[in-house]
Nanobody
Framework: QVHLVESGGGLVQAGGSLRLSCAAT????????MHWYRQSPGKERDLVAS???????TYADSIKGRFTISRDNAKNTLYLQMNSLKPEDTAVYYCNADVRVNRNYGFSYWGQGTQVTVSS
């Protein structure tokens, strides 16, 4: 059994910062690509940023220059440093990861989500 445990959400004023964490726990053999998504009420879940195991990263245009994705492979943990937050960044943020449970099998897992609220 694999779980993605998220933390770090909360309420912050516009212009402030938050750091999200996502730890893969349980029967983890290897974690490959990891992603942050977000979903606002009434909207689809959108990809925010991605991190490959080799360290390469990609970002949605809406958060470029403000958010930084990073990871610690030794801890199977993904981070999202969010700076210069705007009210439109308010959403539930979800972690997604491609996790190998052994040499032959891998699955996609989702975290439970963490609420980020940015007040104006």
């Amino acid at each position: 059994q694999v779980h993605l445990v998220e933390s770090g959400g909360g309420l912050v004023q516009a212009g402030g910062s938050l750091r999200l964490s996502c730890a893969a726990t349980g029967n983890v053999f290897k974690v490959n690509d990891m992603h942050w998504y977000r979903q606002s009420p009434g909207k689809e879940r959108d990809l925010v940023a991605s991190s490959a195991r080799d360290g390469s990263t990609t970002y949605a245009d809406s958060i470029k220059g403000r958010f930084t994705i990073s990871r610690d492979n030794a801890k199977n943990t993904l981070y999202l440093q969010m700076n210069s937050l705007k009210p439109e960044d308010t959403a539930v943020y979800y972690c997604n990861a491609d996790v190998r449970v052994n040499r032959n099998y891998g699955f996609s897992y989702w975290g439970q989500g963490t609420q980020v609220t940015v007040s104006s």
